[in-house]
């Protein structure tokens, strides 16, 4: 158990999910530092099932924590589980 009293909303609008999401798991910024590399690399075939495979487990991320936030809610929400992992 948490110990505490749960006193805050838990409601969140879609605009507030997908921006957590997109903060989460950093797309953007993970593949722009590595295009060039990847470009020359792979090619554009090597970028596509790149990027499509690391979507893939980024969800997989994002799910895992969405769980552990439904289960265990905590006023720091994501912030707090991704410090304690």
């Given at each position: 158990?948490?110990e505490?009293?749960?006193?805050?909303?838990?409601?969140?609008?879609?605009?507030?999910?997908?921006?957590?999401?997109f903060?989460?798991?950093?797309?953007?910024?993970?593949?722009?530092?590595?295009?060039?590399?990847?470009?020359?690399?792979?090619?554009?075939?090597?970028?596509?099932?790149?990027?499509?495979i690391?979507c893939?487990?980024?969800?997989?991320?994002?799910?895992?924590?969405?769980?552990?936030?439904?289960s265990?809610p905590?006023?720091?929400?994501?912030y707090?589980?991704?410090?304690?992992?």
């Amino acid at each position: 158990e948490l110990e505490h009293k749960p006193e805050f909303r838990r409601e969140m609008s879609l605009f507030g999910v997908l921006g957590m999401s997109f903060c989460t798991i950093g797309i953007l910024t993970g593949m722009s530092s590595a295009f060039q590399q990847d470009l020359f690399s792979g090619g554009p075939i090597g970028l596509f099932w790149g990027w499509n495979i690391c979507c893939f487990f980024m969800f997989l991320i994002a799910l895992s924590f969405a769980e552990i936030c439904s289960s265990y809610p905590t006023m720091g929400g994501l912030y707090f589980w991704v410090c304690r992992m």
